[in-house]
C-alpha cells in the first residue's frame, strides 16, 4: 500500500496563495490518477482535483481557474497550487491514488489544514 504524507497547509488571507504538497512512498506514475481531496468541517470528503497518468487534470467547478495539480515525477511528489483563495476552500486536504481499476485507494495521510481567514 503506497503510504502519502501531505504537507504545506497553514493560514491565508483571502485572496491569498498556498502550495500543498504529497509526498508517495512509491512512483506515482504507476497509478492511472492522482487526486487531491478536502473535507471542511461538518461536510463529507469531496473531491476536488485530479491528474491522470497522461498528465490531463480536472478540477471540480468551485477551484476551477484558482486551484492548479501538478506533479514532479522524479520526486514521487504531487502539488496543488491554490490561488485567489476563499474562506469556502478552508478544509483538510488529502492527497489519494487511483488504481488502473479505476478505485481510490483511500489512502490518507494525516492531511494538511488549510484556513482561509482574515
Known amino acids: 500500500q503506497v503510504q502519502l504524507v501531505d504537507s504545506g497547509g497553514g493560514l491565508v488571507q483571502p485572496g491569498g496563495s498556498l502550495r500543498l504538497s504529497c509526498a508517495a512512498s512509491g512512483s506515482i506514475f504507476s497509478f492511472k490518477a492522482m487526486g487531491w481531496y478536502r473535507q471542511a468541517p461538518g461536510k463529507q470528503r469531496e473531491l476536488v482535483a485530479t491528474i491522470t497518468w497522461g498528465g490531463m487534470k480536472n478540477y471540480t467547478d468551485p477551484v476551477k481557474g484558482r486551484f492548479n495539480i501538478a506533479r514532479d515525477i522524479t520526486e514521487n511528489t504531487v502539488y496543488l497550487e491554490m490561488s485567489s483563495q476563499k474562506p469556502e476552500d478552508t478544509a483538510v486536504y488529502y492527497c489519494?491514488?487511483?488504481?488502473?481499476?479505476?478505485?481510490?485507494?483511500?489512502?490518507w495521510g494525516q492531511g494538511t489544514q488549510v484556513t482561509v481567514s482574515s
Open positions: 489519494d491514488a487511483q488504481n488502473w481499476a479505476g478505485d481510490w485507494l483511500r489512502a
